[in-house]
C-alpha cells in the first residue's frame, strides 16, 4: 500500500468537533475532568505489581480482541495475533493492518492512543513501525500501569471479577500510594451454566473459595450470599451479567432445588430444567444486590465464540463474537418488574448489543425509575460493536429522545489494555459535537454554562454521585 503522508495530524484540539461551540464545551468543560471507569476487564495482578510495562506489544495488542478481528479481516495469520511470535512481529503485523481500518473507529482509537501515550502524530503504517515500536517502548520502560491510568486522570477503575476470587491484588492495591482506586465486580456467570460440562468443576471452586460444601440449592445461595459478602468487603459497588439474556422462566424453588441434586449427581437435565435453575439464581443474585446497595449491570444480546475452530486453537475470547438476535424486552419487563412490585430492585444499567433494539432497552429502563433517585435506571453506553461515532451518537440521540441525557453517567472503556483511556477522550468529543450542533440550530437555549455543566455531569459527576465508592 502506498505510504501515508498527512499534511497535518489527524488529532488535533478540533477533532470530532465541528463549530467554536463544540471546541469550547470541550475544552473548557469536558477535556480536563477526571475519569470513572465503571467497567472494564484489566488485570488487578497487573496494577497490583505495577511493574514497568516495557513493551508496547504487551500493553496494547496482548487481549484486545478489536485489533485480532482487523488483523484477521486483512488476512494476517493466526501465529501473529494469538501464536507464539514475538512481540515485535506481532506489532509489526497490526502496523500492516492500521491503514486497512480507514473509518472504523479502531482507526481514530489508533491514532488518539499513540498521540496521547506517546506525542506520535504519524499515522501507524509499516514505513514507520519500527521507528515507532522503539519510541513507545522507550517511553513505557519508565512507565508502570499505575502511572498510565494517572497520567488520563482515572480516578476509579472497576475490574471484572469471578465470585471464586481472593481478591488479593485488589487488597494489595489498597495498601499502595496509587492515585487510581480499583474496586472489582462480582461476575457469576459461570455458576449460571449448569448444563455446561465444567459445571461440576466450577462448583468445587466455589466451595472451595467459601471452605464448606454445597449439595443443594440453599447451600448454592449461601455460598454466593458469602461471596458477595467477601466483595462488599473489598470496595464492591457492583455486579455484572453477560450472559446472552435475562432468565426469567417459571419455577418453583423446590423443583430447582431437585434440578440442582440432579445435576451434581451426574444425573442429566433438560434444557427446560436449566432454565428454572438459572432464572431462580438471576433472581435470588438480583435480591442480593439490592440488600447491599449495589449497582446491577447486564451485558446482553452477544453470540459468542462463534468459530469453532478458532475457539479450539486459541481459546474463548479471542474475537469470534457476534450480535444476537434474541428478543430482550419481554424478560426484561418480567425481570424488572417483579423485583420493583417486591421493593427489591437495585439500581440497574442494561446494554444491549443490537442497535434494532436500542428503544426497547432505552424506552424499557424508563419504566422503573420511581423511588431510587435521579437516575436509578440508566441505559447504558454504546457497547462493543457500537462503541463507535455513529453508535456513540445513536445511543446519545436514543436515551435523550426517551429519557434524561443530563442524567446519564457516560462513558466506559470495556477495554482489556491500559492504553485505552482516550476511548473517555473520544466520547466526549463526540458528545459536545452533538449539543453544540443542536445549540447551533436553535434547538437548545444559548447558555454555554449550562450546558457545559450538563456535560461535566455525564462525563464524572454523575457516575461519582450514583456509584458512591468509597
Known amino acids: 500500500m502506498k505510504k501515508i ?3 497535518k495530524p489527524l488529532i488535533t484540539d478540533a477533532f470530532l468537533l465541528s463549530s467554536k461551540e463544540a471546541m469550547v464545551l470541550y475544552h473548557d468543560y469536558a477535556k480536563d475532568m477526571p475519569i470513572i471507569d465503571y467497567h472494564n476487564h484489566l488485570s488487578a495482578r497487573k496494577i497490583a505489581e505495577n511493574k514497568t510495562v516495557k513493551n508496547i ?10 485489533k485480532w478481528r482487523a488483523m484477521r479481516a486483512n488476512g494476517i495469520g493466526e501465529n501473529y495475533i494469538t501464536g507464539a511470535t514475538t512481540l515485535k512481529d506481532r506489532f509489526l503485523k497490526w502496523a500492516e493492518t492500521v ?29 514507520n513501525a519500527v521507528e515507532i515500536y522503539d519510541k513507545a517502548n522507550k517511553i513505557l520502560a519508565d512507565k508502570t500501569p499505575a502511572d498510565l491510568l494517572a497520567d488520563m486522570k482515572v480516578e476509579v477503575v472497576c475490574t ?16 499502595q500510594d496509587i492515585s487510581t482506586k480499583v474496586y472489582p465486580t462480582f461476575r457469576p ?8 460440562s465444567q459445571f461440576k468443576k466450577y462448583l468445587k471452586k466455589l466451595e472451595a473459595s467459601v471452605k464448606f460444601s454445597v449439595n443443594d440449592l440453599s447451600g448454592l445461595l449461601n455460598a454466593l450470599e458469602n461471596r458477595v459478602s467477601y466483595f462488599e468487603a473489598h470496595g464492591c459497588r457492583l455486579s455484572d451479567f453477560g450472559l446472552e439474556q435475562i432468565y426469567t422462566f417459571e419455577y418453583n424453588q423446590k423443583e430447582v432445588d431437585e434440578i440442582f441434586k440432579k445435576r451434581i449427581s451426574n444425573i442429566e437435565i433438560t434444557t427446560s430444567e436449566a432454565n428454572k435453575y438459572k432464572s431462580c439464581l438471576q433472581y435470588e443474585l438480583a ?23 478458532l475457539r479450539d486453537l486459541a481459546g474463548a475470547d479471542v474475537g469470534c463474537d457476534s450480535i444476537g438476535d434474541l428478543n430482550h424486552s419481554a424478560s426484561m419487563s418480567a425481570f424488572f418488574g417483579r423485583l420493583d412490585k417486591e421493593n427489591c430492585l437495585a439500581k440497574t444499567i442494561t446494554y444491549n448489543l443490537n442497535p434494532a433494539q436500542s428503544y426497547v432497552f432505552a424506552t424499557m429502563m424508563g419504566n422503573y425509575s420511581s423511588g431510587g433517585g435521579a437516575g436509578k435506571m440508566q441505559w447504558g453506553s454504546a457497547w462493543w460493536f457500537l462503541d463507535q461515532k455513529d453508535g456513540i451518537e445513536n445511543q446519545l440521540n436514543t436515551l435523550s429522545n426517551v429519557g434524561l441525557l443530563s442524567r446519564f453517567v457516560g462513558m466506559l472503556t470495556d477495554s482489556r489494555s491500559f492504553l485505552s483511556f482516550p476511548r473517555h477522550e473520544y466520547f466526549r468529543r463526540i458528545l459536545c459535537n452533538l449539543i453544540a450542533d443542536d445549540l447551533n440550530k436553535g434547538l437548545l437555549p444559548d447558555d454555554i454554562d449550562f450546558l457545559g455543566k450538563m456535560i461535566q455531569d455525564i462525563c464524572y459527576n454523575n457516575a461519582k454521585e450514583y456509584f458512591e465508592f468509597k
Open 5 to 7: 503522508v498527512t499534511k
Open 57 to 66: 506489544t504487551d500493553v496494547w495488542l496482548n487481549g484486545d480482541h478489536y
Open 99 to 127: 491503514p486497512m481500518t480507514v473509518r472504523n473507529p479502531l482507526f481514530h482509537w489508533n491514532q488518539l492512543e499513540l498521540k496521547r501515550y506517546f506525542d506520535i502524530d504519524e499515522v501507524l503504517q509499516k514505513a
Open 160 to 175: 471484572t471479577d469471578d465470585p471464586t476470587d481472593d481478591l488479593q491484588y485488589h487488597a494489595l492495591i489498597a495498601k
Open 189 to 196: 456467570d459461570e455458576i449460571f451454566l449448569i448444563e455446561k
Open 287 to 309: 435480591k442480593m444486590y439490592h440488600a447491599k446497595n449495589w449497582i446491577q449491570q447486564f451485558h446482553l444480546g452477544a453470540i459468542r465464540n462463534n468459530n469453532i475452530r
